[in-house]
């Protein structure tokens, strides 16, 4: 009796455990069969497309984010962020496809940014640029239960952006197609869908463009060598995020952007051409990539260039080491940014430069080349760049105080004072007054520039009249950027090659921009919560390496902080 029940319970046992090895190997079975494999967003981009940006997990950059000292410190100000059941809940939806159809498709989803035409408009007033663009989203859903949850999504922010906007539906070549056209300047969003894919874009084109990529016989971004390049370059596939930009695509992005930063540049289509000639001659495609080290954002950008060029490059600013604490003790606390240049000989390098650009250049770009490099010292008044570089030692810093520039100082080590100081005089007027400042002379112009400069301390400080009187005032009281705890606890990230170049940011503003989108805080809330003071100012490297140009910054918020304000200011201006 006893041998039969014992034999009774192995039974069980058995069968018992079998069952829950079939459970196992049944869940097993339907996790490997409903877990989505990635796939190369590059072959879903046209072969000719500017630009391309790819987000392969989301759920790991809003877990990322979730981890860094921003977020600690936004959580400990007392806001209620969004993200906090982010993580495991995408988890599951993620690996089992339970869940609401929202949450299965955002953690299972590749995005992909496209930009397949640039287009400046100059309306009279400003400088306008408008990319033709498409969102592609690889949805790794069924399309039965992912299009209806996203043509909802989309017509909601159509309405948004546009209030006063039609609704269509039609079929361009076999494909159906949803438009939203705003009733006021005929703007659209347009939503076509191929297979589990989805594609938003704000032009029909756009979407078409996209399609024709994942069609039979069409040519995709992925067979192009530079994007391969660029993804070794900045290792992508150890990143979260992941952006290129062709030579064609840098080229019209710069000379689309260059009037707005560079004063005296014309908008006119013609100079447009001259200067999108003259990227693609010196450069030849541009990537960043996206990293979360340190609880900081990582982003790292590479921009390739001939060889000859960089060695050229190379050889005239090599040997700089950084600057000493003196020019830091003139910038005020709340400076904006520093720019520190580490060059050993300036004068070298400004020729090493010209040279290097003009090489690469016809005679239209030669000629072009010293002009173009005169106007970024400009807003610092200086008007003869070679003379002056001769003049001075290897400290250089260039500062804004404020975030729009209006009041930009230019502090140096003086090397020939008698040699400056001619230079000072020359470019101020014989009009210029003296003021004193905190016990400082500080030498004014009288036009409407209001240039001004003061020699302290074997040191040249030269700028705008505000800029520089603050800097007095700040050498004088001996409370500068140097005590400031947020500059103190800046890490730079380590660099590919020596840097030349090392610029600290006060990123409160794209921070705060960033963290309202994913906290239930209002934007004028964290902007001047005491609290985000404390995070530390974002570094920025920029080094020159042997196939191009390499600069990595750590920040509060990253690149992703400076297109959320941007889509934040778009999207309250409609």
């Known amino acids: 009796m006893v041998k039969l029940t014992y034999h009774a319970t192995l039974m069980k046992a058995a069968r018992l455990l079998t069952l829950a090895f079939l459970l196992l190997g049944c869940l097993g079975a339907y996790l490997w069969w409903s877990h989505p494999t990635k796939v190369d967003m590059a072959a879903y981009a046209p072969g000719d497309a500017l630009a391309y940006l790819e987000i392969n997990d989301l759920p790991t950059i809003l877990s990322g984010i979730t981890q860094t000292q921003a977020w600690e410190t936004l959580y400990a100000s007392g806001s209620s962020p969004r993200l906090q059941r982010v993580n495991w ?37 400003t400088l306008l640029i408008r990319p033709a663009a498409a969102l592609i989203i690889e949805t790794h859903t069924s399309p039965g239960r992912m299009m209806p949850v ?4 989309v017509g909601d922010l159509a309405h948004r952006i546009y209030p006063q ?31 589990t894919e989805a594609i938003i874009g704000n032009s029909e084109k756009a979407v078409l463009a996209c399609i024709a990529a994942r069609r039979e016989g069409a040519k995709s971004l992925m067979g192009n060598s530079e994007l391969q390049l660029t993804r070794s370059k900045l290792r992508s596939d150890t990143a979260v995020a992941f952006g290129y930009l062709s030579t064609d695509g840098l080229g019209k992005l710069v000379a689309a952007l260059a009037p707005t930063h560079v004063e005296g540049l014309a908008t006119s289509p013609q100079a447009q051409q001259i200067l999108a000639g003259l990227t693609g001659k010196l450069f030849k495609s541009a990537g960043w990539s996206l990293r979360f080290q340190n609880r900081m954002f990582e982003d790292s950008y590479f921009v390739a260039a001939p060889q000859d060029l960089t060695t050229g490059l190379q050889e005239s600013t090599g ?33 090493g430069l010209n ?12 000629v072009l080349v010293t002009p173009l490099l005169k106007s970024t010292l400009a807003p610092y008044g200086i008007d003869q760049p ?41 470019r101020l007027g014989v009009k210029s007054t003296k003021e004193n400042v905190s016990g400082y ?32 005032i700040t050498k004088s009281r001996g409370e500068s950027l140097s005590s400031q705890p947020a500059f103190k606890h800046a890490i730079p990230a380590p660099a590919p090659s020596k840097p030349v170049t090392v610029t600290y940011t006060r990123d409160i503003q794209s921070t705060s921009e960033l963290f309202s989108l994913i906290s239930n805080s209002s934007n004028q809330q964290l902007t001047y919560a005491d609290s985000f003071r404390v995070l530390p100012y974002a570094v ?7 196939e191009g140009f390499e600069r990595v910054t750590r920040s509060s918020s990253g690149l992703l902080g400076t297109l959320a304000g941007q889509i934040q200011r778009e999207l309250s201006s409609k």
């Not at 005929?186 to 297979?195: E, M, P, Q, T, Y």
């Not at 080491?321 to 000989?345: C, D, K, W």
């Not at 920025?540 to 042997?546: D, E, F, K, L, M």
């Open 89 to 125: 809940l995408s988890r599951v939806a993620f690996w089992t496809g339970i869940g609401s159809s929202e949450q299965v498709i955002l953690s299972r989803a590749q995005f992909a940014v496209v930009v397949v035409g640039l287009e400046a408009v100059d309306n009279e007033r």
């Open 150 to 153: 996203i043509e909802k999504s």
């Open 165 to 195: 906007s039609t609704h269509t539906r039609k079929i361009v070549d076999g494909f159906s197609f949803t438009e939203w056209i705003s009733t006021n300047d005929n703007r659209s969003i347009v939503l076509g869908f191929f297979d």
């Open 319 to 351: 040997g700089g080491t950084g600057a000493s604490p003196g020019p830091y003790l003139f910038l005020p606390q709340e400076v904006y940014s520093v720019t520190e240049y580490r060059v050993e000989n300036p004068s070298l390098a400004w020729r």
């Open 355 to 366: 040279r290097a650009l003009s090489s690469h250049l016809d005679i239209i770009g030669a």
């Open 386 to 426: 070679e003379v002056f570089l001769e003049a001075i030692g290897g400290e250089i810093l260039t500062a804004r105080l404020d975030e729009d520039g209006a009041n930009s100082v230019l502090i140096v080590k003086v090397k020939e004072e008698k040699a400056l100081r001619g230079l000072v005089a020359q």
């Open 441 to 472: 002379e500080m030498l004014v112009s009288v036009g409407e520039d209001s240039l001004a400069a003061s020699f302290v301390d074997q040191y040249l400080v030269m700028g705008s009249s505000t800029a520089v009187r603050s800097c007095l």
């Open 540 to 546: 920025t490297t920029t080094a020159i390496g042997t």
